[in-house]
C-alpha cells in the first residue's frame, strides 16, 4: 500500500478550492496526475510559523515549493506529463520560466502590495485562518516575502523606485497574458487534450487573480478580457474540483 501524502495548503474562496497560487498548482497536478492527495487546510490549529506552504508530508518526508512537491510526486509514478514529446517537454520549462518571471511578481503585488487589495482583501482573509497571535504577524511578513520577491526579479537598475517597478511588472504580466492567450487559442488544455504540468501553474497563477474579489482590479481586467484563459480556469475548477469547492 502506497505511502499517505498530506498536502497542507491555504483554503478556498470566491470558488476557488485554493486562493493561493503555489496550493493551487500542486492541487490541480495532484487532479491531472492521479496522486491520491488527502488537503488539509490551514485553520486555526496550524502550528506553522514561515507561511511556507504548500508542504506535502509522506510517512518520512517533508517536500515544500510547488517544484519540488511535483518532482516527487513524479518519481511516486503521478506523472501528467507522460504523453508530451521531448519538444513540449522543453516548452512546458520555458513557459514555467516565463510565468514565474513576468507573470509571478504581478501576482504578488495585487495580493500582497497593493494597499486597498492587502488591508480589504489579502490581510483579512489569511489571518482569520491563522492562530493567534501568529495572525498579527504572518500577513505582514508574508507581505514583505512578495516585496522582496518583486524587488528581487523586478528592482534592477534602471527601475530603482516602486512606482517604476509597478508600471514595468503589470506592463510584462499583461503582455505574459496575452502570450498564454496566443498559445492556448481554442485548444482545451495547453498540449491539446490532456491537462499537464503547464496546465496546473498556469491554472494556479491565473484563477486566483481571475476569481479573488479586489477593490483594485487593473490586472484582473485584462485577464478577463482574454476570454479563452478565463475559460480555460472555469472548466478546470468544474472538471476537477466541482465536488471539493466550498466557500472557504
Known amino acids: 500500500m502506497a505511502a499517505p501524502l498530506e498536502l497542507s495548503c491555504w483554503g478556498g474562496g470566491w470558488g476557488l478550492p485554493s ?24 485553520d486555526n490549529t496550524w502550528r506553522g510559523s514561515r507561511g511556507d506552504v504548500p508542504i506535502l508530508t509522506t510517512e518520512d518526508k517533508i517536500v515544500c515549493q510547488p517544484a519540488k ?60 485562518r491563522i ?24 528592482g534592477e537598475p534602471p527601475l530603482y523606485h516602486l512606482q517604476e517597478v509597478e508600471a514595468q511588472i503589470y506592463r510584462d504580466a499583461k503582455e505574459c497574458l496575452n502570450l498564454l492567450s496566443n498559445r ?20 494556479g497563477f491565473l484563477a486566483p487573480l481571475y476569481k479573488v474579489r479586489f477593490p483594485k482590479v487593473q490586472l484582473q481586467e485584462h485577464l478577463k478580457q482574454l476570454s479563452n484563459l478565463c475559460r480555460f480556469c472555469d472548466d478546470i475548477l468544474n472538471t476537477y474540483f466541482r465536488l471539493s469547492l466550498g466557500d472557504g
Do not use: C
Open 131 to 154: 492562530p493567534f497571535p501568529l495572525s498579527l504577524i504572518l500577513p505582514g511578513r508574508m507581505s514583505k516575502g512578495a516585496l522582496t520577491r518583486i524587488l528581487l526579479t523586478r
Open 69 to 128: 512537491i511535483l518532482n516527487f510526486l513524479r518519481k511516486q509514478k503521478y506523472n501528467a506529463d507522460y504523453e508530451l514529446s521531448a519538444r513540449q517537454g522543453a516548452d512546458t520549462l520555458a513557459y514555467i520560466a516565463l510565468l514565474e518571471e513576468k507573470l509571478l511578481p504581478a501576482v504578488l503585488h495585487t495580493f500582497w502590495v497593493e494597499s486597498d487589495n492587502y488591508f480589504t482583501v489579502t490581510k483579512p482573509w489569511f489571518a482569520s
Open 184 to 203: 492556448l487559442g481554442t485548444s482545451q488544455f495547453f498540449f491539446g487534450d490532456t491537462p499537464s504540468t503547464l496546465d496546473a501553474y498556469v491554472f
Open 19 to 42: 486562493v493561493h497560487s503555489e496550493s493551487l498548482v500542486v492541487m490541480a497536478y495532484a487532479k491531472f496526475s492521479g496522486a491520491p492527495l488527502k488537503v488539509s487546510v490551514i
